[in-house]
């Protein structure tokens, strides 16, 4: 081989190698528009610049995955029904489509989740006079049923504690069971948010809205993490890291405590990761905190939300139930019904 056909191989290789890794390295909304490309759709571009426009207002990768999933399904469906164009649209093939998304038996909430996209959707198309107003003169409304929070028994609690004995595991979840915290939020925390000496995590952007709050440090979960810190690798840029300078992943972590309620002996309990933020809630209630404090220490927008924790555990509520049941039990109450 000559020197100039060895020069022109290594060009190519090296040409190669840098489509690859560019490839690799596509933002969110790139991947998302080289799927779109593949789909034939109706409105489809229509569809690239809401997207566009939903990157540009800095929204999540998770949200722009949850919008192209609806929209998608949705443009597929009003093409199989026939129409193509976004002026022929009316509400009953907006009701059809949440109808077909039930009948394929998901769950309300993920329907709901759906619904909520595709009205995102509409309304950017109405802001471009693409359809008509009165397509949302009326709301579609689903009723959602109301769960309550599924927090852990205290003595749970301390069977779960009582078997954690990797460093790494139990820093960890007792991070999440002292600070509320989501575990997403826990695993992608750097030694730079952490504030030991005033006993503090900053938490500059939510998981799940984006907003950003400071949590505290309990006696144990601060002794957890500093004797974690101790055994840690130093040059690692995340506190709960994985290889290659990345954070350990939510499967891993999940797994890691389904590995000790099972060693807890608690695994008909139902318990998820998420329960020690419900616990979390749960145990500060209890002990007496009033539901606003409460409220910004879990990073909620709306304290209706927060407020499902106070039907979960009000003692008050509970020690007048018992309270009026001893008066009835012995016969304190006359009248007729």
């Known amino acids: 081989m000559t020197q100039v056909e060895s020069t022109t191989n290594e060009a190519v290789k090296s040409k190669s190698a ?22 034939e759709l109706p409105a489809k571009d229509h569809f690239e610049h809401y997207l566009r426009h939903k990157w540009r207002l800095n929204h999540k ?51 709901r989740t759906r619904l909520a996209c595709l009205i995102a959707f509409l309304h950017f198309l109405m802001e471009q006079d693409l359809i008509p107003l009165s397509l949302l003169n009326r ?18 609690v301390k069977k779960l504690l009582s078997v954690i004995d990797d460093l790494r595991d139990r820093a960890l979840i007792l991070l999440l069971l002292r600070t509320g915290m989501r575990i997403g939020e826990a695993l992608g925390l750097r030694l730079n948010d952490l504030d030991l000496q005033d006993r503090k995590v900053h938490l500059f952007q939510g ?23 101790r055994r840690r690798d130093p040059n690692q840029e995340f506190v709960f890291h994985g290889r290659g300078n990345k954070p350990i992943c939510y499967s891993t972590g999940r797994s ?15 318990y ?16 007496g905190m009033r539901l606003e404090c409460l409220q910004q220490l879990l990073g909620h927008q709306d304290i209706e939300v927060t407020r499902r924790y106070a039907r979960l555990t009000d003692r008050t509520r509970e020690e007048e ?15 007729e019904y």
């Open 18 to 39: 840098g489509r690859s890794q560019g490839h690799l390295e596509q933002s969110p909304i790139e991947q998302l528009l080289a799927k779109l490309s593949r789909i």
């Open 61 to 111: 990768p998770r949200t722009l995955q949850s919008s192209f999933t609806s929209v998608r399904f949705f443009l597929d469906f009003y093409a199989k029904s026939g129409k193509r164009d976004l002026q022929a649209m009316e509400r009953t093939d907006l009701e059809a489509f949440i109808e077909s998304e039930q009948d394929r038996g998901l769950r309300i909430s993920t329907v």
């Open 139 to 156: 709301r579609i409304k689903l009723k959602l049923p109301e769960v309550l929070p599924r927090a852990m028994h205290p003595a749970d």
């Open 207 to 229: 998981e799940k809205n984006s907003m950003g709050r400071v949590v505290y440090l309990s006696d144990d979960v601060l002794l957890a993490l500093k004797l974690w810190l």
């Open 256 to 270: 890691r405590f389904v590995e000790y309620i099972q060693k807890a002996g608690l695994e008909e309990k139902g």
């Open 272 to 287: 998820t990761v998420h329960c020690l933020r419900h616990t979390f809630a749960s145990e500060l209630l209890n002990a």
């Open 321 to 335: 139930y018992f309270r009026a049941m001893a008066i009835i039990e012995k016969g304190g109450v006359d009248g």
